[in-house]
């Protein structure tokens, strides 16, 4: 029983009940981590490349706002699509296996909600790099883009290794990692490709 008159001064209680509590989060948890990791981690990783390889490319914020735009609608469209596809494609899996446990699995989103969650996930994890360029001088923009994508990243590594089980701070590290790979490699093109 949590007594909120004694923290805010409102006559008020609240009963949680733990039981379902812990089922509802599961099910959430399951339900939403592929797609929400899927879509936010590879459309930030993406949009932080291209921002990345065409600021050292071409220097010029309307071209890293075309191209990371660009890039970022296109990618949380496709995202959505893909987890659109798979999760239909895993439901009529089962159903041809005569096995009703993914399609009738609670924990499983639909086909049009996992590709939805998705695609919110992934266009708002992609405008996270571009935010900076509507602001900020390109040379500046570009430092604080890649830190608050190096953030976003960690910070999505680090839910996600709690809602899983594992390390927060080993799955924050890796999701910066494999962004600062396709970081490097988009400015070795940018910087092999200069252009104006």
Do not use: C, K
């Amino acid at each position: 029983m949590v007594d909120l008159e004694a923290m805010t001064g409102v006559t008020l209680r609240a009963s949680i009940d733990h039981e379902r509590m812990g089922v509802l989060r599961r099910l959430v948890q399951a339900a939403t981590v592929r797609e929400i990791l899927m879509g936010a981690q590879d459309n930030l990783t993406n949009v932080l490349a291209v921002v990345l390889g065409v600021t050292i490319g071409a220097g010029r914020a309307d071209f890293v706002a075309l191209a990371g735009l660009s890039a970022g609608i296109a990618e949380s469209v496709s995202m959505g699509g893909v987890l659109y596809n798979a999760t239909r494609a895993e439901h009529q899996m089962a159903a041809l296996a005569g096995t009703s446990s993914v399609a009738s699995d609670a924990s499983r989103l639909t086909p049009v909600f996992s590709g939805l969650v998705t695609f919110a996930a992934s266009l708002i994890a992609g405008l996270l790099p571009l935010f900076p360029f509507a602001l900020l001088p390109v040379s500046s923009a570009i430092l604080v883009s890649m830190g608050l994508s190096v953030v976003g990243l960690f910070v999505l590594g680090s839910v996600t290794g709690r809602v899983a089980g594992g390390g927060w701070a080993t799955e924050g590290f890796r999701l910066v990692a494999v962004a600062g790979i396709a970081a490097v490699a988009a400015a070795a093109v940018g910087a092999a490709m200069r252009v104006g």
